[in-house]
């Protein structure tokens, strides 16, 4: 089994932690209110749209399932704040 675990926050001081847990393909998400844990519940398991770099001014339009890979999670990732308001904190232990 294999997890891989990120710190998440909202609000000021609001942590928590989500583990993606890589071969059920399935996310805990540890937060202190339980609307906060149904916003990114929701967030990851649904399809998105995402305009992933492929260099310094180029893009592609890819379509993620979060839960689907470890490389799409991290890539949903990064736009969650945009999306639900929800930073992840890549630098922070978990």
Do not use: C
């Not at 989500?18 to 519940?41: F, G, S």
């Not at 470890?70 to 992840?88: P, S, Y």
């Amino acid at each position: 089994m294999s997890i891989f675990r990120v710190a998440i926050h909202y609000g000021v001081n609001s942590n928590g932690f989500l583990a993606y847990d890589t071969d059920t393909k399935t996310v805990t998400i540890d937060l202190p209110e339980q609307e906060w844990i149904d916003k990114v519940h929701a967030y990851l398991n649904e399809e998105h749209t995402i305009e992933n770099a492929t260099g310094l001014d180029t893009y592609e339009r890819v379509q993620v399932k979060p839960l689907e890979s470890l490389e799409n999670f991290k890539l949903a990732l990064t736009r969650m704040w945009v999306a639900i308001d929800v930073q992840v904190d890549w630098s922070r232990p978990a």
